[in-house]
């Protein structure tokens, strides 16, 4: 099992994105959920109409949540939905960036990321109660960490 962790002063900016937007964005994986909560009323999917589309989405009814992504780097973003803003998080630089993965300044980044999540690009939903989860265990945190392991994540508190 692998440790990665994030500054929690970086996390706390994207709670804070996540506290003022209500409206917010599921991951890839949950568009291809039978049983999403998050469907426009009246809206009904089976196997043959997936993905759900963006126009089936109620973006209210997404839960809250971190995004931990793998692709150029390893980071994690907010999932609040900001229908007047069109920048990518890096350019509103709400991003955390994991430490030792960052690409700007990690030199081995890539093939860490590799070792500790594997070859695919990929976004995992990490629910934002870890983040109450670990303040209230651990009120003067400083990081915010994950153990990762082949098969399943969890917070360290």
């Not at 003022?20 to 009323?41: C, G, H, I, V």
């Not at 009814?61 to 609040?80: R, T, W």
């Amino acid at each position: 099992m692998a440790r990665i962790s994030f500054k929690i002063t970086e996390i706390e900016k994207l709670v804070l994105d996540m506290e003022k937007s209500n409206e917010f964005l599921p991951t890839m994986n949950e568009l291809f959920d039978l049983k999403a909560k998050f469907l426009k009323k009246g809206v009904a999917k089976t196997e043959d109409t997936l993905p759900i589309t963006k126009d089936e989405i109620d973006y209210t009814k997404v839960e809250k949540s971190f995004h931990l992504v793998k692709d150029h780097g390893v980071y994690m973003l907010s999932n609040a939905r900001n229908k007047t803003n069109d920048k990518p998080a890096s350019e509103t630089k709400l991003i955390a960036y994991a430490k030792g993965f960052n690409p700007d300044v990690d030199e081995d980044w890539y093939e860490y990321s590799r070792d500790v999540i594997g070859g695919d690009d990929c976004v995992i939903d990490i629910p934002l109660s870890w983040y109450y989860v670990l303040i209230k265990a651990k009120p003067n945190a400083k990081v915010f960490a994950i153990n990762f392991g082949a098969k399943s994540i969890s917070l360290i508190k």
